[in-house]
């Protein structure tokens, strides 16, 4: 019932498509989701969510947890990041992937809504650190398409597998065009 309301809103209503899937049996990945460029990404993420039926997650500091909106956090698929003990970010989120049986991180690497010339890398290292696969998600909303691109496994080779995921992001543009990310061709 709820996936068809989900349905309903973002086919019907909202007139967007999402081309491509992700294979349930990818338990554990890393998706980057690009262009980043306003706060309505979120809720783009969450429809997608809905409408594929995949548990998706992300990571935000652990102080967010607190009552009163820990148990909306966990339940929207949020899972608190615990720096403590010396944990860098990469190593802190990496520990996640061992403790979950399913976990799908969402994370936006541009870092920001603004307009930025190249990614940080955090993603690629958590991925590389777990030992899973980096997705691919474009959020196009010149097309209105969500696109789930094919699995990537990282190389260890930064700058070539940079290039390669670059290229799933020609021509889109975000909410806001002007901070869209542009690939390097």
Same mark, same amino acid.
Do not use: Q
């Given at each position: *019932?709820?996936? =068809? ?8 209503? *909202? !007139?967007?498509?999402? %081309? ?17 460029? @306003? ?5 783009? !993420? ?37 720096? @403590?003990?010396?944990? %860098? ?5 990496? %520990? ?7 976990? =799908? ?7 920001? =809504? ?7 890398? !955090? ?29 990537? @496994? ?25 901070? @869209? ?5």
């Amino acid at each position: *019932m709820k996936k =068809r309301i989900y349905k309903l809103i973002f086919f019907k209503l *909202m !007139g967007w498509k999402v %081309n491509g899937t992700i294979s349930p049996e990818i338990k554990k990945c890393v998706m980057i989701v690009v262009p980043h460029t @306003s706060a309505h990404d979120f809720y783009l !993420g969450i429809f997608t969510r809905g409408v594929t039926g995949l548990e998706m997650n992300f990571v935000a500091k652990k102080e967010l947890f607190k009552f009163p909106f820990g148990a909306y956090f966990r339940w929207m698929g949020g899972e608190p990041l615990d720096r @403590s003990g010396g944990l %860098n970010k990469v190593d802190a989120i990496a %520990n996640i992937f061992t403790k979950r049986e399913t976990f =799908r991180l969402a994370i936006a690497p541009e870092g920001t =809504r603004k307009k930025v010339t190249e990614w940080k890398t !955090g993603f690629y290292y958590i991925a590389m650190k777990a030992n899973v696969p980096i997705i691919p998600v474009v959020f196009n909303f010149g097309e209105k398409e969500v696109k789930l691109c094919e699995p990537f @496994s990282p190389t260890g080779n930064i700058e070539a597998d940079f290039k390669i995921l670059e290229k799933n992001y020609i021509g889109v543009l975000g909410k806001i065009p002007e901070n @869209s990310f542009v690939p390097k061709e």
